[in-house]
C-alpha cells in the first residue's frame, strides 16, 4: 500500500511538473504547435485498423495484454480512436485463484483472471520517415478485473469483479524493413486510476512493446496498382488521340 501511495505521489508530480513547463514554453512555439495540429486535422482523414499487443507485468508475473484498435489518422501527425483490450489466456497460474469445495480441501475448479477495458486514445507522431516513426499516445480505459470459471451445474461463475479506470502513457516506434512489414517497439505505464477493490494484485505496471508489424496501407496500394494495370486500357487511348489532334492544331 505505501508503494503504491509513494508511486502515486511521483505521478500528481509528473503531471504538475509537464503541466508546468507547457505554460512555460514560449507563446510562440505553443501557438505553432497547435497550428501544426489543426492544420493536420484539416487533411483527409484515413482509418486504420490496429492489432496491438503490449507486456505489462500483474503481481510481478509477465502478461501480455492484446488490443484491437480502429484509427483515424491525419495526415501521418494526429491520430485519434478506440478499441478493445484483454488479458490473454497465457498468463501465469499464479494470478489465478483455487476454487475449494465446503470443506475447505478438496479442489473444485481454478477461476482464471480476467482484465479487460474498452479504451479512447490520442497519439501524436513526434518524427515521421519514409522508413521509421517515433510517437507519443496515450490512452484512457474503463473495463473491469474478476475471477472467472464454469461451474459443473451453473455454467459461466464471476468472482469479485469491480470495475477498473486506468491511464497508459507510452512513447512508440517502428522500423520499416520492408516496405509492408517491420519491427514495433515502445515504452510507457499503466496507471490505474480506480483499481478492483476485491483483488489483490497490483495491476500498476511498466509496459514495453516489441513486435511484428504489418502495414496493411502499403498492400492494399500493391493490390490497387496490379488491378489497375490489369485493367481494361480502352479509356486511355481517346484521351492520348486527343492530346495528339491538339498539338496538331497548335
Not at 23 to 33: D, G, I, R, V
Not at 76 to 93: D, M
Not at 177 to 192: E, L, P
Request: glycine share 8%; with cysteine; hydrophobic share 40%.
Amino acid at each position: 500500500m505505501d508503494e503504491t501511495y509513494s508511486w502515486m505521489k511521483k505521478c500528481r508530480y509528473s503531471v504538475h511538473v509537464g503541466f508546468l513547463a507547457l505554460f512555460l514554453l514560449p507563446l510562440s512555439a505553443t501557438a505553432q504547435f497547435m497550428d501544426d495540429i489543426q492544420a493536420s486535422m484539416d487533411k483527409k482523414p484515413r482509418i486504420i485498423f490496429n492489432v496491438e499487443p503490449r507486456k505489462s507485468f500483474i503481481d510481478n508475473s509477465n502478461v501480455t495484454v492484446l488490443g484491437l484498435k480502429i484509427v483515424v489518422e491525419f495526415d501521418k501527425r494526429i491520430r485519434i480512436g478506440g478499441g478493445f483490450n484483454a488479458l490473454t489466456s497465457g498468463h501465469s497460474s499464479n494470478l489465478d485463484k483455487v476454487i475449494y469445495a465446503e470443506n475447505g480441501i478438496d479442489t473444485m475448479d481454478i477461476a482464471v483472471l480476467n482484465f479487460n477495458y474498452w479504451c479512447y486514445f490520442v497519439e501524436y507522431v513526434l518524427i515521421c520517415k519514409p522508413r521509421w516513426e517515433i510517437s507519443c499516445p496515450i490512452q484512457v480505459g474503463i473495463g473491469s478485473s474478476h475471477y472467472e470459471y464454469t461451474g459443473e451445474n451453473n455454467g459461466l461463475q464471476e468472482l469479485q469483479k469491480g470495475a477498473v479506470i486506468l491511464l497508459e502513457t507510452a512513447v512508440t516506434g517502428h522500423y520499416k524493413i520492408i516496405k509492408w512489414a517491420g519491427i514495433g517497439v515502445g515504452v510507457g505505464y499503466r496507471f490505474m486510476l480506480q483499481n478492483n477493490k476485491g483483488l489483490n494484485q497490483q495491476f500498476n505496471s511498466p509496459i514495453y512493446i516489441f513486435t511484428a508489424k504489418i502495414f496493411l496501407g502499403p498492400i492494399i496500394e500493391s493490390f490497387s496498382k496490379k488491378k489497375g494495370d490489369t485493367g481494361d486500357d480502352s479509356s486511355a487511348e481517346p484521351k492520348i488521340l486527343r492530346t495528339v489532334r491538339a498539338n496538331e492544331k497548335g
